[in-house]
């Protein structure tokens, strides 16, 4: 059973950049997809990125491309979210993926592990 345990999350203004990361523990890390959701009050939860097990494959959803960098370190098993230009849209609880194949990383309802969240607020 894989445990996901994310961190990072906080209060920013418009603007400003935040990293989020989370922590695998129980399983293969190497091994598996990584990636990140959101879910917004009164929101379905969103696909925002995934990663590759090797980090070579990346996919990022319209609403961030340009603005966040997923990557991933293997040897600390983690996986991060780099944040950039941050918008009031972007304020949602963030969510930690982990898949075993990358073809149903974008599909919320595929996905066989979840972290618990972790909350970014951007303010104006």
């Known amino acids: 059973q894989v445990q996901l345990v994310e961190s990072g999350g906080g209060l920013v203004q418009a603007g400003a950049s935040l990293r989020v990361s989370c922590v695998a523990s129980?399983?293969?890390?190497?091994?598996?997809?990584m990636g990140w959701f959101r879910q917004a009050p009164g929101k379905d939860r969103e696909f925002v990125a995934y990663?590759?097990?090797?980090?070579?494959?990346?996919n990022y959803a319209d609403s961030v491309k340009g603005r966040f960098t997923i990557s991933r370190d293997n040897a600390k098993n983690t996986v991060y979210l780099q944040m950039n230009s941050l918008k009031l849209e972007d304020t949602a609880v963030y969510y930690c993926?982990?898949?075993?194949?990358?073809?149903?990383?974008?599909?919320?309802?595929?996905?066989?592990?979840w972290g618990k969240g972790t909350l970014v607020t951007v303010s104006s």
């Open positions: 990663i590759s097990w090797r980090g070579r494959t990346t």
């Open positions: 129980g399983g293969t890390f190497s091994a598996l997809a």
């Open positions: 993926a982990a898949h075993s194949t990358i073809q149903d990383m974008a599909n919320a309802r595929r996905i066989n592990y």
